[in-house]
Nanobody
Framework: QVQLVESGGGLVQPGGSLRLSCAAS????????MGWYRQAPGQQRELVASISAGSGGNTNYADSVKGRFTVSRDNAKNMVYLQMNSLKPEDTAVYYCHTQNSHTVYWGQGTQVTVSS
């Protein structure tokens, strides 16, 4: 079974940085596109960043994080990362790792990111 496990969240001051990690198992990782979503209290879950399958040559970012966040993958380690720089209070949310196939959507358990002074 596909499993996604996020880590790296925590409390950080505005302007600070965090790197989130997502460890994938139970799948041929290389052939899956991966994504990071976030959900703030009372808000809809939104796509933050995505990375294409294979070498991850194609990435996409929400306008709100473009230039601050970077998504990457390491297929040898079955890992996807989200480097978050210049963090703002508006980035506070639970961040989820995501992937899907033709039949099923998979989510990690989420990791809390809180940006506050």
């Amino acid at each position: 079974q596909v499993q996604l496990v996020e880590s790296g969240g925590g409390l950080v001051q505005p302007g600070g940085s965090l790197r989130l990690s997502c460890a994938a198992s139970g799948m041929t990782f290389r052939v899956y596109a991966m994504g990071w979503y976030r959900q703030a209290p009372g808000q809809q879950r939104e796509l933050v960043a995505s990375i294409s399958a294979g070498s991850g040559g194609n990435t996409n970012y929400a306008d709100s994080v473009k230039g601050r966040f970077t998504v990457s993958r390491d297929n040898a380690k079955n890992m996807v990362y989200l480097q978050m720089n210049s963090l703002k209070p508006e980035d506070t949310a639970v961040y989820y790792c995501h992937t899907q196939n033709s039949h099923t959507v998979y989510w990690g358990q989420g990791t809390q990111v809180t940006v506050s002074s």
